[in-house]
């Protein structure tokens, strides 16, 4: 796994990497941060959408359809199962409250979420908030990124994220966090670009 800041650049440019990549159609990126930073790790994922700003940002900014992926059991990451609950915003604000959870293996998963920002029809972040439980990472901040492009968007779906606190988490993170931050944001992307390519 390289070296490479990107992501912490805005909070360490002192301690950043100057490295930089070109991003292509359907390109990934996993660096893990150069710095000590609280969410040390990077991945995101971008394609092209066929629909213009507004609408794909009307259809992200629904939680239950970005998370879909969240809400169906899938092999590749256990076959866990996540209930999506949210407050009276419904996500759809700074400030508002999501909350994950299930069970994998007869452990039980929980994280609570955050809107922290919020500005259509071009970009949102969530991050989580308190102590979350979850098999393969800890706390994460994720975002989605919308440019508009002659044919319809690009989307770029970013998380930032660490190793889960207890010993067995991290041994546990350091196997299988990257193939799960690949795979959330590969999920948010393929599923956007799918759903209007279908409409």
């Not at 159609?25 to 066929?50: A, I, K, M, W, Y």
């Not at 076959?79 to 915003?89: A, C």
Request: aromatic share 10%; hydrophobic share 35%; charged share 25%.
């Amino acid at each position: 796994m390289p070296n490479c800041s990107g992501a912490c650049a805005h909070s360490h440019a002192a301690k950043q990497c100057t490295e930089t990549v070109d991003l292509k159609e359907g390109f990934q990126q996993e660096v893990e941060h150069g710095c000590d930073c609280e969410l040390p790790r990077h991945f995101e994922s971008e394609s092209f959408v066929n629909a213009d700003s507004g609408a794909l940002f009307a259809q992200l900014d629904d939680q239950r359809r970005l998370s879909s992926h969240m809400s169906k059991s899938c092999w590749k990451v256990g076959g866990v199962k996540m209930l999506i609950e949210f407050d009276q915003k419904a996500s759809e604000a700074v400030g508002s409250h999501m909350r994950l959870s299930g069970r994998v293996f007869g452990i039980r998963l929980v994280v609570e979420e955050v809107v922290t920002e919020r500005m259509p029809p071009f970009t949102k972040t969530w991050r989580t908030v308190g102590s979350p439980r979850l098999l393969f990472i800890g706390q994460d901040q994720m975002k989605f990124q919308i440019r508009p492009h002659p044919r319809g968007s690009r989307l770029r779906v970013f998380i930032d994220y660490g190793l889960p606190e207890s010993r067995f988490g991290r041994w546990l993170g350091r196997w299988f966090a990257g193939f799960y931050a690949r795979w959330c944001t590969q999920q948010m992307v393929q599923d956007a670009a799918r759903h209007f390519a279908l409409g």
